[in-house]
């Protein structure tokens, strides 16, 4: 005797699935916009690690955007680099679109790509999100831009390539803001930078056997630069932290800094930036990792 098949709309395996894997309250329709979702409802391999990456991101802005809503209602925050805004976009599914009747909350993504400001600007207002703006800017130019308030509360770069993840420090620096979530990529110019060190200090230094090698050079300025914006902004009252943004499986670019301004001593910090600036080589890079006066 044959068993009953299944009834038609009976969902099947990798349907529950992905179902599983989509946060409860997120708008399929955004996820479809996105192309993380295909229109009949499916996701690739790719969009799955896609995905799981700003997800994971997500747990980590949740709770700071928590924290600040306890304390005003305008939260704003700042992407970097935006690209596509996927982050930006499921940041606001998730947290600010139930409330945006009464919030005047606001995201902004930066990014220099003009056809994609302008897809993002007109998804915006296609799923009803009047609390997005983008902006054609640069991240270094936003610093200065009167296009964006004078307070940001929150700022974010994923993925900032090279200098762009330094020029966010700068922009959170002058913004003022409480907290920064950070997953810097591709930094060169240290690596450049200590390719031409041969002063006394790097020649009498044997740690400066870790960035003879070209290969090592590269590696050791990528691992040296993140431990330099640390201690920058250590050296400016925040408390650090230093964590991966998902397994390594997924990116090689996944060392994730969330910084959050604590007022904290800033002397110890600043030496200790000095320090290591001095004894690599890198002193022609303190106008890039500059501390407080």
Known sequence: MKKKSGSANKQTAPEVQEKHEIRPGQSLELLKELHILTRDGKMNQDSRRKLKQVYHLYQFIEPLLQKLQQDHADISLVDHGAGKSYLGFILYDLFFKSEQAQSKARIYGIETRDELVQ???????RLDFPGMSFLNLSVADSI???????????????????????DAIQFALKKKAQFMVLVPCCQAEVAAELRKSKGDAVKNNPLSEMWRHPIHTREFGSQITNVLRCLQLEAHGYQVRVTELVGWEHSMKNELIVAEYKGLP???????????????????MQRRFFVQP
């Open 119 to 125: 897809r993002s600007t007109e998804l915006a207002q």
């Open 144 to 166: 200065t831009s009167s296009a964006l308030p004078e307070k940001i509360d929150i700022v974010t770069a994923l993925h900032a390539c090279d200098t762009a993840t330094d």
């Open 266 to 284: 800033a002397k110890r910090p600043a030496e200790r930036l000095a320090e290591v600036l001095k004894t690599t080589g890198l002193e022609a």
